[in-house]
């Protein structure tokens, strides 16, 4: 019987009232009185020296409050980044300024140069068109090879290239994997692009600054993920305000993706420009705007290795990948293509030896950052992509090929740095197969030649790692934040209870899911439990969501603090029966003592908590609030298997999509239904990213795929309906509810299998083609028939 | 958006006079011409809207010839034309998405003539005319290349006319952002004649796939023209696709077309 209540029952998502009856309250619903509208000037070309910048008729144009430049932010820092990578020989990467407004270049189209506050959003714009900017265009760093050529032209004149870092992983392994290709029975390669994303989340991003003279306390609205991220950040190292003169306010959020942890220029300029006019300032990007300054995904180059004995068993791998930074260092960019992506190049297989090689390169595009998945989904489309070839090269079975070299003993220590807790990679593979009926290929097969279509299939086993992630570790290898998470879990008299977590929901459902976790418990209903998040006001520091981390880090902190308000309240309780703390039992919402017929209710003791007049007074104080902080211990990793089934037409190269069977270890559910809406919308992004999505620019650095009149996104009809199973668990060992992490999985492991398929596809059809870059559009699958 | 004047007449005659005004611009269903207008790309001081005109609306069927008004919406030929010109209201049902199809006008599509717009192939295949405030142009007369027509400033389409084939059948391949056709192939049997329309294509605009139409008008069958190629010069290439796969495209779908028709 599924269960109706608690963990494991599909609550219905109580957030979606407000959303979808469009009560839900976003950035761009807060208005604040005596508000005034920036708009931002934007650079219209890739590179270039600003040579003269005159504002004045724009400042006297009607409506104008200040018009500001690079000049204002002399004296401010600039955006920082929030991971230092070391590269092959020990030095630290080399990282430019960031400045808020352009000073002296612009470097990517999009750059902001100058900003225009007026009392109307029309005026600043108006008055921005009478801003004259001299830019002298300087040739556009666009090829990432090209880019680390001597004579290159540089993105920033002050590092000695565009080179960021030329990072080894493990470097000590790197002889070692060398020698092993030397003698390997086969050696599979592949080149491959992971292709540059554009996020899109269905909000574009807005940012409000508020001032207070009175308390001389500064307020941000903003779109993100993590609003204590960004107060740290953009308080201490751009704008100099102590965290208790800073509030960040990051209401409901119209989705993310990644792209709302960053901090970003607009969001230090509101605060500064408030404070500065002493006015609220609103900014809201256009959709235009966000395809020029949200940071973009992936945007990887690799060549990948793999070396196989004579029964296809791995026996080493080597990559060489080429990531774009674009023009600066967005917050987490640069650990993105190594501890994100290194880390994961095991899969889920027994490769003993791996070398990853990443370079890290400027060039002059917008930042690239963490975009759903993160690093995982290009480790995973490299691996999954070069298996597939491996197994076609040497004729053995990609189902049997993986099989052969799966790990199934746990733990599991890669050579790679991270250890696997738990898996059960044959279940989760021999699920998806079954619920695509893997079997029934061939009948469907030939009905699909019958309407003159090529049928293809591929798989894909994918690992990822979530719930980052243990803080000392990740301060170790350059992190220059902890990633622990908080909660408060604070009882009321009557019994309800408010959670108050440091993690953010912008889509993900915390509110319906954590208080299922709290009801559980305590054994009270779900509507007693409210969740509190998104404003550092009223939450405890946290790290915020992303990287699937929300239940299994935040969700444990909540438990323990929910644990620390258990134990307390059974000493009330015990006190109330005249009993042993030990001996008090909770169940259903009520105490009672071991043994006995006592029993008292839960909301006889909250109240007793706050009205202590029976209270053990001289033990314990009043009240039924506890706050936990948990680091874990251990990444989690979610892992599982994905069948693609396609039918491709051979006169026109179009590929539709005719089953996605997606079988998932998430170990522990807390709701079903909330997990398969992350797989589903997981598999939409991922699709998106095979068939549709890609971010183009020109040699000069314009931006081809600049609207949705060019930058496909997925729609309805682009997908089937999914096959979605979560019932392989193997749960998490090491957080207190085994659970590892939804969000991310369908976007990591369906890339490669619908690229498999493809490639199978034109295989059966008798063309000789091993490879499709992504997007696969009609145009490049009919190009790769020809 | 930059400010502007909104005129709503209610007959040609009075739209007519206010097109008069300095940098007036007709406006149909807004779905080109507003988003060009939020990106400040157009700035017209005045927009004169043919919503109100209810002479310029409607579609009615007299003999072989199918009469549109030019304030007609997509949706509405979808539906009105589905019996007497199967061809054509599948077209226009094919328009973007339903809000698209019930603001935008055949009017308005016609006089923007985007090189990837649909209606502009139905026209030159069906053999039509444009009939304006001022005068008739004939469906071969109309269309000028990219974005350009033979209309004249101040000129109001008021209403389209297509002869009504025998057979016909319109195949949109989508461009996989915009759903705009990468290529899409109209082609009209005709009692006397074959004709077929290709819009997407090529860096001229839409234009009539000749050869293919001497070789339909003698065996109407996708066989017919398996021998033909098109050539890519002067097809468009971009992010969507190579000049050599819309030239090849154009032929799968007239053949499709062919097979599809009726
Ligand atoms: C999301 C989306 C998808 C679309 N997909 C397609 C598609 O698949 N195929 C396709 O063909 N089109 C497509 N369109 C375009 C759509 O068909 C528009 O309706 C059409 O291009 C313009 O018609 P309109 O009535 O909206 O004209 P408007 O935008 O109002 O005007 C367009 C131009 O025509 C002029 N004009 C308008 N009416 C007249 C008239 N009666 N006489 C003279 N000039 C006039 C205006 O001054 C302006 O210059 C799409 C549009 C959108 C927004």
Aim: aromatic share 8%; net charge negative.
């Amino acid at each position: 019987m599924p269960k109706d209540h608690g963990i494991g029952a599909s609550s219905k998502r109580r957030e979606d009232v407000r959303f979808l009856t469009g009560k839900g309250r976003y950035t761009d619903d807060i208005n604040i009185r005596g508000q005034a509208y920036v708009h931002f000037l934007r650079s219209d070309v890739a590179h270039g020296k600003i040579n003269g910048l005159d504002t004045s008729a724009a400042e006297s144009a009607p409506g104008v409050l200040r018009v500001f430049t690079g000049a204002d932010f002399e004296g401010v820092g600039g955006l920082p980044c929030g991971w230092q990578v070391t590269d092959r020989e020990g030095n630290p990467m080399q990282e430019p300024a960031h400045p808020v407004l352009a000073q002296g270049k612009v470097r990517h189209v999009g750059d902001p140069i100058a900003a225009v506050v007026a009392e109307t959003y029309e005026q600043a714009r108006d008055a921005a068109e009478q801003i004259t900017v001299d830019i002298e265009e300087l040739p556009a760093v666009m090829d990432m090879k090209a880019a680390l050529k001597p004579d290159a032209p540089k993105v920033h004149e002050d590092l000695t290239s565009n080179l960021c870092y030329d990072w080894g992983f493990v470097e000590e392994n790197r002889e070692a994997t060398n020698a092993a290709f030397e003698k390997a029975h086969h050696v599979t390669t592949l080149e491959l692009v992971n292709q540059r994303l554009v996020a899109n989340p269905m909000e574009p991003r807005v940012a409000i600054g508020d001032y207070a003279a009175h308390s001389d306390e500064s307020t941000l609205y903003t779109t993100s993920q993590n609003p204590h991220v960004i107060r740290l950040l953009m308080g201490a190292f751009v704008l100099g305000i102590p965290e208790h003169k800073l509030r960040v306010v990051a209401p409901d959020v119209g989705g993310g993706f990644g792209s709302k942890i960053f901090h970003y220029a607009e969001e230090a300029f509101c605060t500064f420009a408030a404070k500065a006019l002493k006015r609220p300032v609103k900014w809201v990007s256009s959709r235009s705007e966000a395809f020029l300054s949200d940071a973009q995904g992936r945007d990887h180059v690799t060549r990948i290795e793999l070396a196989l004995d004579a029964e296809g068993h791995f026996q080493a791998l080597r990559t060489e990948t080429y990531a774009n930074m674009g023009a600066y260092l967005s917050t987490f960019s640069t650990s993105v293509p190594t501890w994100l992506h290194g880390t994961l190049m095991a899969g889920n297989y027994r490769t003993p030896l791996i070398y990853v090689n990443v370079k890290a390169v400027f060039t002059n595009t917008v930042p690239v950052d963490a975009y759903r998945g993160a690093g995982r989904p290009e480790a995973t489309f490299q691996l999954e992509r070069v298996i597939d070839k491996a197994a076609r090269e040497m004729g053995i079975d990609p189902v049997e090929l993986r099989r052969r070299n799966f790990v199934t003993e746990f733990p599991y220590a890669t050579p790679v740095a991270v250890e696997y807790d738990t898996g059960d990679y044959n279940a989760t593979l021999d699920r998806a197969l079954e619920m695509a009926d893997w079997d029934g290929f061939e009948a469907r097969a030939a009905e699909s030649a019958k309407k003159g279509l090529w049928r293809g299939r591929g798989i894909n086993s994918y690992i990822e790692a979530c719930g980052i992630a243990p803080s000392q570790l990740v301060g170790q290898l350059g992190a220059r934040a902890g990633l622990y998470e908080s909660a408060t879990v604070r009882v009321n008299a009557t019994g309800g209870l408010v959670v108050m977590t440091g993690s953010h929901s912008h889509g993900q459902g915390h509110e319906t899911a954590f208080p299922q976790v709290i009801a559980d418990m305590i054994g009270i209903d779900e509507s007693q439990v409210e969740i509190v998040h998104g404003d550092t006001a009223n939450t405890p520091m946290g790290m915020g969501t992303y990287g699937s981390r929300s239940i299994a880090v935040g969700g444990s902190a909540m438990v323990r603090a929910a644990e620390k308000v258990i134990a307390k309240a059974k000493k009330i309780a015990a006190h109330l029966m005249e009993a042993a703390p030990e001996d008090v039992e909770l169940k259903d919402g009520q105490f009672s003592v071991a043994g006995t017929d006592k029993s008292i209710a839960w909301g006889d003791v909250t109240l007793a908590a706050y009205v202590p007049h029976n209270y053990p007074l001289d033990e314990i104080e009043p009240g039924l609030e506890e706050t936990a902080f948990y680091d874990p211990s251990n990444f989690t990793y979610p892992a599982g298997a994905y069948v693609c089934e396609v039918e491709v037409d051979p006169e026109t190269g179009k590929v539709r999509v005719d089953r996605f069977a997606a079988a998932d270890d998430f170990g522990n559910v807390v709701n079903p239904m909330i997990v398969e809406g992350q797989v589903h919308g997981g598999l939409a992004q991922g699709i998106g990213q095979a068939l549709l999505e890609g971010c183009t620019y020109d040699e000069t650095g314009q931006l081809l795929s600049a609207s949705y009149m060019d930058y496909a996104m997925p729609r309805a009809d682009d997908l089937p309906s999914f096959q979605v199973d979560h019932s392989c668990q193997t749960p998490c060992t090491h957080n207190p509810l085994g659970v590892k992490g939804c969000g991310e999985a369908g976007a990591i492991g369906s890339p490669p299998a619908l690229v498999n398929a493809v490639v199978d596809a034109l295989q059966r059809g008798g063309k000789d083609v091993t490879h499709i870059d992504m997007p696969l559009s009609p145009a490049r699958v009919w190009a790769a028939m020809q | 958006m930059y400010d502007f004047e909104l005129v709503k007449p209610k007959s040609v005659d009075e739209a007519v006079s206010a097109l008069a005004a300095e940098d007036a611009q007709p406006l149909g269903g807004g779905q080109t011409l507003i988003p060009t207008m939020k990106q400040r790309l157009a700035a017209p001081a005045v927009l004169v809207s043919t919503h109100d005109i209810d002479g310029m609306k409607g579609v009615s069927t007299d003999g072989g010839v199918m009469t549109v008004g030019g304030a007609t919406t997509h949706g509405t030929v979808a539906k009105e034309a589905a019996s007497a010109f199967p061809g054509l209201a599948g077209l226009a049902a094919k328009i973007g998405d339903p809000a698209v199809r019930n603001r935008g006008t055949i009017g308005g599509s016609l006089a923007n003539n985007d090189p990837a717009a649909c209606y502009p192939a139905a026209l030159l295949a069906a053999g039509g005319t444009v009939v304006t405030n001022a005068r008739e142009i004939a469906a071969d007369d109309f269309f000028e290349g990219m974005f350009t027509t033979a209309l004249e400033e101040g000129e109001l389409i008021t209403v389209v006319k297509f002869n009504i084939p025998e057979k016909s059948n319109y195949q949109k391949f989508e461009q996989p952002a915009s759903r705009f056709p990468l290529v899409g192939v109209f082609v009209a049997k005709h009692s006397d004649e074959v004709r077929v329309g290709v819009t997407g294509a090529s860096e001229d605009g839409v234009f009539r796939w000749t050869e293919a139409e001497q070789a339909l008008s003698s065996n109407f069958s996708a066989e017919a023209i398996s021998g033909l190629t098109v050539s890519a010069d002067g097809m468009i290439g971009d992010l969507h696709g190579t000049p050599d796969y819309r030239a090849h495209l154009v032929k799968v779908m007239t053949g499709r077309a062919v097979s599809a028709a009726e």
